[in-house]
């Protein structure tokens, strides 16, 4: 639990507030409230309501006499016709029922005989009075009534409003009473729950962080020698590759606290909050040393810090200022481990990673084949599974896929088995959700007319055929021209049996040329062309733009580097690093690369014509064929 803290000046102001509250509700507020529900009259009129009957009840004190009318007196006094009196008078216009009458006694010995001799509308026909006699009041009664009461009533709604905005999460300026608050949330041993078993894909990033849990199990040991623990690690990678589940493992191993807090939970919109924040954290941390403090996308705060120009973000600056100073802080023995996360680590500011602070730095990639396939394993060890199901496959078809990308897979073949009203996961489920998270649902309700399919068939086979025809091609798995909710009307599936690091110029010369197969297969049967092949336009130009700009491929450049990626983790944005002229050049020689690879796939495609048609014909009845059925239609007929 977190300790609790001392109330900050923002509380203090509230009660001060209180305090003036409780003054001005004694000293104004109650006076007039009464003073409204009793209305003054001078003596001659009290004693004409008594010679007239009115008057119900009388009390005389020492400093003036109280008395009550019959309730209905003032309604017929208001309406009647007659002559108003000074009292009629005075309560026209109002609205508040009046619960007595006040006059100032007179020195009057006939009075009693008066009030004796009356009568009055009471049961008893006679006027009820009496004299009251001075009663004084406890001095400490009324101080505890007027002042501790109603403090302490206030004190009890400020508690219980403080108690639930916070348990409520509410931080900034909604929430005023948690400035200079770290907000990180503490997870102990049993809560966390994660441990190395659940992070499957990423074997060198747990071998990196072995050595952290080691030391916080046993500090002694480097200490005796004289070593010290890299004080921060940066888990670097793309979204969705197992950086917090890798954080919160560490935690998990080593049986110790770990604090998570996101880089935005910093950021206030009060200068300075920011940094207050930073060193509740660190604070906090020491007291519960050895623990883990993980901060999720750092580069929020740790961007690089600007040369002073105007629009420059002061509050980060003094955030990353105060969280520098921290890292230095701290004495490396504490067994206080800072882990960060981020996916852009080209733009973090240079003194966050020098050594002394993050100067570890954990990649955290995308999966491999072997990854993919335990990653797949692990998101399906609870759920119920069929005798035909082939990881290895599913992983294949996966290349490049991410832990979270490949756990929605899982999830997904799960529903499809549920819908189709199944109690187990089989083989075509997983399959199936593969091209859902790549191309989308299948529209089978999508009206296309018969020659749009038989142009898309045409498309599909054609990319199919060149792959067939071509060395250093991947193996067709699936070709379907059922539409897809991404706009795909068809696509064409090829999986590799291994997993590739390396390409050669030859096996990327092909693969555009396997890109271009639809497009050429529409120019050889139709003779014309479709707006169906703008993504595989996009893709060939991609290939044939990196072969020149980034792989050196081409003789006419040799190893000149033209281009540079940024944000490699976010998608990789290129853009050219020369002249506009060598730009020009570049685009030449691209196009050159598209045009020979365009003109070889539609060598192919004539030459096994009749084998194209024959496929297409079956693509069409079939609407989706397998991988096998396609190679032992090629095989038969060539």
């Known amino acids: 639990m977190e300790e609790r803290k001392k109330p900050t000046k923002s509380v203090i102001y509230y009660y001060i507030t209180v305090i003036i509250s409780t003054i001005l509700l004694n000293a104004l507020i109650v006076p007039a409230v009464f003073k409204k529900q009793i209305v003054k009259v001078d003596y001659g009129t009290f004693l004409m309501k008594v010679d007239s009957g009115l008057v119900e009840t009388v009390s005389i004190h020492e400093e003036e006499i109280l008395f009550t009318l019959q309730e209905t007196d003032h309604k017929e006094a208001v309406n009647s016709t007659e002559p108003k009196d000074q009292i009629d008078i005075m309560l026209q216009g109002q609205n508040e029922k009046v619960l007595a009458y006040s006059t100032v006694p007179m020195d009057d010995p006939a009075l009693v005989d008066r009030l004796m001799n009356a009568s009055s509308p009471n049961e008893s026909g006679k006027i009820a009075f009496a004299r009251v006699l001075p009663r004084k009041q406890s001095p400490l009664l009324s101080f505890l009534l007027t002042w501790i009461l109603p403090l302490a009533l206030f004190y009890y709604i400020g508690e219980v409003l403080s108690k639930k905005m916070q348990q409520s999460g509410m931080g900034g300026a909604n929430n005023f009473m948690s400035f200079g608050k770290s907000n990180a949330k503490i997870y102990v041993q049993a809560e966390t729950g994660k441990t190395f078993a659940d992070v499957a894909g990423q074997e060198e990033a747990k071998e990196s962080l072995v050595e952290v849990i080691d030391f916080l199990h046993n500090p002694s ?42 880089g935005s939970e910093f950021v206030e919109m009060f200068v300075g909050m920011g940094a207050a924040k930073v060193r509740d954290l660190f604070k906090q941390a020491k007291e519960k040393a050895p623990c883990i403090i993980f901060i999720d996308e750092i580069d929020t705060i740790g961007k690089k810090r600007d040369s002073g120009l105007v629009g420059g973000n002061d ?300 496929l297409s014909k079956y693509l069409l009845d079939k609407e989706t064929i397998t991988g096998e059925e396609f190679m032992k239609i090629v095989t038969n007929e060539s």
């Open 221 to 262: 040991k480097y200490t005796e020698i004289g070593a010290t623990l890299p004080k921060g690690a940066l888990l670097v990678g793309p979204p969705g590759t197992g950086k917090t589940l890798l954080a919160k493992a560490v935690a998990g191993e080593a049986h110790v606290p770990f604090f998570s807090i996101t």
């Open 315 to 614: 509050e980060r600056e003094q955030t990353l200022n105060q969280l520098l100073s921290e890292m230095d802080g701290f004495d490396g023995t504490k067994a206080i481990v800072i882990l960060a996360a981020t996916n852009r680590p080209e733009i973090l500011d240079k003194a966050l990673l020098r050594p002394g602070r993050f100067d570890r730095r954990i990649p955290v990639e995308l999966p491999d084949l072997k990854g993919r396939e335990a990653i797949l394993k692990v998101h399906s060890e609870n759920k119920k599974l069929g005798s035909d199901i082939n990881f290895n496959l599913v992983a294949r078809a996966t290349a490049g896929a991410s832990g979270a990308d490949l756990a929605n897979m899982v999830n997904e073949a799960a529903l499809r088995a549920v819908r189709q009203g199944r109690n187990e996961i089989n083989q075509s489920d997983l399959e199936e959700s593969v091209e859902v998270v790549i191309a989308g649902f299948q529209r089978k309700e999508k009206a296309i007319s018969q020659k749009e399919k038989e142009i898309v068939a045409y498309h599909e086979i054609g990319h199919a055929l060149v792959a067939a025809k071509q060395s250093d091609s991947a193996p067709v798995h699936k070709i379907t021209i059922i539409p897809r909710t991404s706009g795909a009307l068809g696509y064409t599936m090829q999986v590799d049996a291994d997993e590739h690091y390396l390409m050669s110029k030859e096996e990327i010369f092909n693969k555009i040329t396997t890109i271009t197969g639809g497009r050429a297969a529409e120019e050889v049967v139709f003779g014309q062309i479709t707006t169906g092949a703008s993504n595989d336009i996009e893709q060939a130009t991609r290939l044939a733009r990196s072969m020149v700009t980034r792989f050196g491929m081409s003789d006419n450049y040799d190893m000149m580097a033209l281009e540079t990626v940024t944000n490699q983790y976010l998608g990789g944005d290129a853009s050219l690093i020369c002249s506009a002229e060598t730009a020009s050049k570049i685009d030449v020689e691209v196009l050159s690369i598209i045009k020979d690879a365009h003109g070889k796939a539609i060598k192919i495609l004539k030459e096994n014509r009749k084998l194209l048609d024959s």
